[in-house]
């Protein structure tokens, strides 16, 4: 039992402790830990997988409480008798999971959606959160503003004016625990009746999160434009959902002309709105920043979207949306009673964090950080230049190559599999296909060093190049 | 200008810097605070308020923004010239509250929906954030479980075994930034083809989200048992929305054989669910308490919303659902890709702060705090024992005393007013009028002192009993 060679994916969506908790359950259902045997001391396996103690624990607790394991005082934890255990019903999904947990391990993830942690203000953080809470007292525990705190808005409308040329006054900014919700508040505002028009390939998380609300949901064809606003014509639907400064997943920076299409399209009718959402504006590595699509909005048509996830830390649960006038007054008349969902104690502490200049110096340092190893990436592809094109770069934290002819999308990404790199496959996000889809994968950054990305990008020039 | 008597009303809905902010606006538009004014400097201001200083930055700096007053550097806040100045329009929501803001003052405000926040334990509080925020690193930044972290699920499972008498699994249980959240996630797990049934009068909240995710809500008649199931009957409903434990706004216990009642009606189709709002249990004052409905959910059939606003503060955004099966696999199907609301930071601070005892000890606190309370309420009330009868006492955080004949409900409310105390009608709570109601105040005592409480009694014996 010394060698729990667990292959921990801390990109991964499932949490650490619960990868940890998912190899020793199926270790012990598997037989390959018996009846008795005893198991690494939490300090010894987190020392072992270099993760904090807590998340063994955490692994540990849940595995004691589902009685894999049996916990004897002073002595340690040792695998349980399992025949006959009570059993609640695990969904079809964590079988997956846990298949892939034990038996896929990566050296390195090219996950799209990766932040790198490891730039975090740690120091920053702690320092505003205690700050705020032995400044104030009852006050910080009373129940807030239901769009958020005011001087925080009024923070955000400050940020948007200067980085986005967005145009905004507090009054129209609400403030939310992330993205999926303020996108389900935006759907209780704008009413049911309404037909979504989301970019194909598209932000699956957007799309999935319109169909739970029970939308008629179009995908409509992009070029290298963007969203072809002939085609969303030849639909019923009224409201776009667009990702301008950097489509995900395809890393598309939407031209000044398509933004002024989309615009008109938007203002031929009075139920006609556009979603920007600007999750990862904040990165770009060439040329003048284009402002944001909301900052030509004369015509009051577009929502905008923002977030701290991206920016910050994927557990800050933060993200604003503005609201155009019409929508405000709905919003105003039919959801202002809707509390809001996020403490006053986190609105103070990124109040103070963009305030204090502490968000313009991180947001410097992780975008030359990510800059960095944009260029290195790119440097490494190079042999790959016959085989295929790069696009998308420049922007973001991702990037994508399309393979023209020969070889299949599953082929390549199954390649890198076999030498434990993960990339991901564009088709994964193709809502309809048109049958012109050519072989394309995605290369995240943010979350591998320089290093590892020359030496995965050595490994992929190999496997790829034929 | 020495003069800014603003009445703040703590309980309001509205927050304090809001009502700093509304008052100062008004007392400019109205000429009493004439242009070039000197303000009180925001130091000064906050003392004389009993408020924190940054709660009066907050209102300059919004009357700032919107050109109502002038910073001059080293002299301080004036009144600007405000004619032609440029406005963004404001709700009509928002101009009745500043009226109410300027012209009514109350000495003892009954709000039904108050906390205790001098009990609240802010050492405790900034200890575990602090050592939280210490103890781990990278681990606490990155997304969490959608659900909500494992470690949280499992002590709320505990809890809820121990104090409600509920027995789930972590699996079950779902964490959300607020109850509204939470039902907006029902909401989307259910779909949208259902018919939902609440109680009349009921939860205002509750009815406006139904309402705002167009549902169709009907609204079905209470007796002293609570929701009439044989009314229940005849409607097209298949989801009801209950409060048994301490009905909002009634008080009214749902006895067993009624639980029984709700439950069998429940079990007799396959798409019939109880919602079970358990808002305020954690405080009741006499005689053993009764488990949760869900506590008697053989079939599966009872959605249990917790919270902690009610039982910790307010501002803390926290609340937890425990799903029955079939609506977990939906859940997992369509709704589990959704984020999760909350920080993983606040969890771990509420999980520890319940693991290590601050909460049942706060718990045990607030609970005598709000008998003693409760007590001398009903002590201050008997001189009116002939004039009304008290309804929904021992429970929760308010009573209600309902009047027989001559007197309206209204009448009551503005002969309080007029001595500065706010008092709440029953019928703001009525959805649908049944013609047999009777004059009904609801007095909340969470957040008044037991002196303050006998004062106000005194006032309201001599003003009611004619």
Redesign the interface.
Known sequence: MNELTINLR?QD?M????QI?VYIKREIQNGKIVCGEKLPSTRALAGYLE??R??V??AY??LL?EGYIESEPCRGYFAAQIEGMYH????K?TQGDEAQVSEKRYLYDFTPNGVD??S?P?RA??KL??DI?????????????PQG???FR?AICHYLYQARGVNS????VII???S??LL??LC?VL??EHVIAVENPAYK?AY??FC???YEVVPIEMDQYGMKVEKLRRESANIAYVTPSHQYPTGVIMPMKRRMELLRWAGEKEDRYIIEDDYDSEFRYKGKPIPALKGYDAMEKVIYLGTF?KSV?????LSYMVLP?PLL?RY???????????????QLIVQRFIEEGYYERHLNKTRSLYKSRHDVLLQGLKPLSGRCRILGEHAGVHLLLEFSGEVSEAELIEKAERERIRVYGLSDYIIRECGREKPTVLLGYANLTEEQIREACRILCRIWKK
């Open positions: 801390p969506h949490p650490l402790y619960e908790y993760v904090s807590s998340t624990e955490l607790e849940q409480s609640i019903g695990q969904p999904q942690l490891k975090f740690y953080w702690r959160s205690k809470l032995t400044d104030d007292r009852t006050e910080l525990f009373r129940l807030g503003d705190e005011y001087g009024n006054s507090p009054e129209q939310g625990a992330g999926d919700y389900m508040l209780a009413g049911r998380q999935r999160l739970s609300q029970s996830s830390a994927p557990a800050i649960r006038g007054e105003r008349k039919n959801c202002r009673f809707l509390n809001s969902t996020v403490s006053k104690v986190d």
